[in-house]
Nanobody, 127 residues
Framework: QVQLVESGGGLVQTGGSLRLSCAAS????????IGWFRQAPGKEREGVSC????????YYSDSVRGRFTISRDNAKNMVYLEMNSLKPDDTAVYYC????????????????????WGQGTQVTVSS
């Protein structure tokens, strides 16, 4: 069983930056693809970024590409999401999730494949 805990959320002004962390326990993340998702009030949960397991290839949604950077440290069982140039539209609860996927260069930005989820961390961007 994989447990995930997000941290690093908060209130920031437009144009500011935050770094989210996802700490895993209970199992090594080595063979898991990791995704970052967000859910704003009244909206569906959407994938913003993911990173493959073995070779750490990142993928981004169009809405965050060029502003967000995902990374992982398998030795520490940690995944990070660096968020820059934040906009009010980025306001949401952010979740990390794990998908057992021991394939190079593959991860998915859809919700369904992910079997393990954290509790979420709130990110609020003021205008």
């Amino acid at each position: 069983q994989v447990q995930l805990v997000e941290s690093g959320g908060g209130l920031v002004q437009t144009g500011g930056s935050l770094r989210l962390s996802c700490a895993a326990s209970g199992y090594s993340l080595e063979h898991f693809a990791i995704g970052w998702f967000r859910q704003a009030p009244g909206k569906e949960r959407e994938g913003v970024s993911c990173i493959s397991s073995a070779d750490a290839i990142p993928y981004y949604s169009d809405s965050v590409r060029g502003r967000f950077t995902i990374s992982r440290d398998n030795a520490k069982n940690m995944v990070y999401l660096e968020m820059n140039s934040l906009k009010p539209d980025d306001t949401a609860v952010y979740y990390c999730a794990a998908d057992y996927l021991p394939l190079q260069g593959v991860c998915r930005l859809s919700v369904n494949p992910y079997g393990y989820w954290g509790q979420g961390t709130q990110v609020t961007v003021s205008s």
